[in-house]
């Protein structure tokens, strides 16, 4: 009999390093997702997805930039495809709240796929510390298209485990949608406090127009069909659509999501947001 193979698309990425973690911990033969590994995956390069996926029982796909994205649906689509051929029964898929595009891109996957775990998320606590929000954080200014709206910001490693909880265990969850939230709405007024007080420095949030934004991120260096898409993105899940918390990581782990501040008081010590 062979090994039950977990396969990880993004291995590296936010959630998938912290799956990865927990799989490498529980014992779990897997195989983590990246462009530098062998066999490699790339998004971008569907001779990739075969190779990579063969062999495996389950995976747990992340898409990236983003699910939401233009194109991303068919993508989706096309690697169902491979995953039904491959003989994959257990694909759990990272998702976002309230994004119209991602729910195309769940509906295409589980089309090709066969029932499939959708595990959609609020923004992520690490958006800070390990993504586009971490200079802004050091530099003291965090500016966005989000206006006064609150958020139930996730910690990764809560989604991270909720995903194990997937991927060990089918028969209990394949075929859901799970919507992941933190225990508590905050602003991004409240979240720049928070910073600014497990850092001792000062944070401030600055909400910004949505095509200020998007010149802004051209400015840093990003594509201007990325910088459009994330600035049309952020204001557009951030009209109140997703200020709501749900019960579902309690409902999957049997325990509440961590808070903002328990992860901010984390991370500051580590260090990350030293100067
Ligand atoms: N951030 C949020 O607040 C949030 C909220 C809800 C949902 N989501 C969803 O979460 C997903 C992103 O997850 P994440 O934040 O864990 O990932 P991530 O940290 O953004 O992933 C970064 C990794 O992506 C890999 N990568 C880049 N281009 C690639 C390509 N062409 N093919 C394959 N891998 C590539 C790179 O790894 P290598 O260099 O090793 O290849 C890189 O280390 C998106 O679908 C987004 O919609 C995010």
Known sequence: MTTPLTSLTVGTGKVGARVARRLEHLGVAHRIGSRARRPAFDWTDA?????????????????????????AADTMAAFGEVCATEGVTNVVLLS??????????????????????????????????????????????IALPAGDVEEPFIDADDIADVVVACLSEPDAHLGNTYE????????????????????????????VEVDDYAAAAVDAGLPAADAHAYAELFHSITDGRNAH??????????????????????????????R
């Open 47 to 71: 001779s990739t997805w075969a190779p990579f996926v063969a062999g495996s029982t389950s995976v747990f796909v992340t898409y990236v930039p983003d699910l939401g994205f233009p194109g």
């Open 96 to 141: 976002g709240r309230g994004e119209p595009g991602a729910v195309l891109g769940e509906q295409a996957l589980a089309r090709t796929a066969g029932p499939i775990t959708v595990v959609r998320c609020a923004w992520f606590d690490q958006n800070f510390s390990e993504s586009f929000l971490l200079q802004p954080v050091l530099d003291g200014v």
């Open 180 to 207: 992941l939230t933190g225990p508590e709405l905050l602003g991004f007024d409240d979240v720049a406090r928070i910073l600014s007080d497990v850092t001792g420095r000062s944070i401030a949030y600055l909400p």
């Open 245 to 274: 918390l749900t019960p579902d990581v309690d409902k999957v782990l049997g325990r509440p999501p961590t808070t903002f501040e328990r992860f901010a008081t984390t991370t500051a010590a580590s260090g990350i947001w030293d």
